[in-house]
């Protein structure tokens, strides 16, 4: 619900609001940081203790794979929608 109201904030934030959007980041960043400490003590939590460092190993490398991932696609489709708007993409495919 935090997070979700700091994407409120930012949604809602003008290009002159500079406090609205450190606002909205702040609490944004807030939401998560109470999401993923709980998720990785379930994870954690979850595993026996003579596998706990490869439960850690496991779920610090799903974060970071799944971070680099979604950086990937959303690049990819950022690249795209600019292409698309600057009118390259028909003159490539000539």
């Known amino acids: 619900?935090?997070?979700?109201?700091?994407?409120?904030l930012l949604f809602a934030a003008g290009t002159d609001a500079m406090w609205t959007v450190l606002t909205g980041?702040?609490?944004?960043?807030?939401?998560?940081?109470?999401?993923?400490?709980?998720?990785t003590d379930l994870a954690l939590g979850a595993a026996p203790a003579e596998k706990a460092g490869a439960a850690s190993s496991l779920l610090e490398t799903g974060q970071e794979f799944g971070g680099a991932l979604g950086m990937a696609v959303l690049g990819s489709i950022g690249a795209a929608v600019l292409l698309l708007a600057a009118g390259l993409a028909a003159k490539s495919l000539r």
Do not use: H, I, W
């Open 1 to 8: 619900m935090l997070s979700a109201c700091g994407y409120g």
């Open 25 to 39: 980041a702040g609490v944004l960043a807030c939401g998560a940081v109470a999401v993923g400490s709980q998720l």
